[in-house]
């Protein structure tokens, strides 16, 4: 197994960990109101984030990328709408 081989598994894995935690947070933000360690900036930062992985991901055809961006998009604009309506609300 070449090295590069080795390297994309260890992304795709540890990707894998970061969605989880992604989604944790959305979660966490959408349902316990409990938004003070996010800003709309970071969620913006966020989402342009990922779909610029995305579409890189895409450009190169390499599916761990793909896969895992495809997975983080959503989890991200989730946050982002619990970020926005929490900055809503409060203002």
Not at 9 to 34: E, H, M, P, R
Not at 48 to 63: D, K
């Amino acid at each position: 197994m070449h090295f590069v081989d080795v390297m994309r598994i260890l992304t795709f894995v540890t990707s894998i960990c970061l969605t989880y935690g992604l989604y944790d947070q959305a979660w966490k933000a959408w349902n316990n109101k409990s938004k003070e360690a996010y800003s709309l900036p970071l969620a913006i930062f966020l989402v342009a984030n990922e779909t610029v992985w995305l579409t890189y991901g895409i450009a190169i055809r390499e599916w761990p990328i793909i896969a895992i961006c495809g997975i983080n998009v959503p989890a991200v604009i989730w946050l982002m709408i619990a970020v926005a309506f929490k900055t809503r609300v409060k203002n």
